[in-house]
T-cell receptor
């Protein structure tokens, strides 16, 4: 099916563990983004990518790592999870300026 | 830097009431402007957009006009329904990287 898919939908992990959130899109959009959504903060940009092998930091990148070896995939890794990283994470993609983003359904991550 | 300010919620209305959610922005240049909607437990969906001054975006009875002179993009609907209950996000897209900057969101609750 065409679209943008995030996995897992829900994840509980322990403090200090590494966890990877997956994002896959089927349109070959150039641009992909990771946001976190927290009450009172709206959506904040973690990392973005303009193309395969091109990534850059957003507003809140500390504690996160991304890679983009293929256009369609943009995984987000928490190297050593902390409770402050408990959040809902959204992946998004767009083909270009003025088009708007398409968002995935989100991953709700709880760090205990 | 670029920013978006939208009215605090929650906004509670009766069915068939008129809706206005205010959004103002600060940006260099001429950003594209968007409204996104998020239903409970889901990702964000693009509701409408405007890419230049005086453009009016519209969808599903919602409208917003890009006002450069007042740096505003207020969302309006003439008659809300219970099914419109959701969180609404105003956003701007600026710069060469197509990054979206979001407001903090406004929760709309429509009562029958």
């Amino acid at each position: 099916d065409a679209g943008i898919t995030q996995s897992p939908r829900y994840k509980i992990t322990e403090t200090g563990r590494q966890v990877t959130l997956m994002c896959h899109q089927t349109w070959s959009h150039s641009y992909m983004f990771w946001y976190r959504q927290d009450l009172g903060h709206g959506l904040r940009l973690i990392y973005y990518s303009a193309a395969a092998d091109i990534t850059d930091k957003g507003e809140v990148p500390d504690g996160y790592v991304v890679s983009r070896s293929k256009t369609e995939n943009f995984p987000l890794t928490l190297e050593s999870a902390t409770r402050s990283q408990t959040s809902v994470y959204f992946c998004a993609s767009t083909q270009g300026e003025g088009v708007g983003y398409t968002f995935g359904s989100g991953t709700r991550l709880t760090v205990v | 830097g670029d920013s978006v300010t939208q009215m605090e919620g929650p906004v509670t209305l009766s069915e068939e009431a008129f809706l206005t959610i205010n959004c103002t922005y600060t940006a260099t240049g001429y950003p594209s402007l968007f409204w996104y909607v998020q239903y409970p437990g889901e990702g964000l969906q693009l509701l409408l957009k405007a890419t230049k001054a005086d453009d009016k975006g519209s969808n599903k009875g919602f409208e917003a006009t890009y006002r450069k002179e007042t740096t505003s993009f207020h969302l309006e609907k003439g008659s809300v329904q219970v099914s419109d209950s959701a969180v609404y996000f105003c956003a701007l897209e600026g710069g060469a990287t197509n990054k979206l900057i979001f407001g903090t969101g406004t929760l709309l609750a429509v009562q029958p």
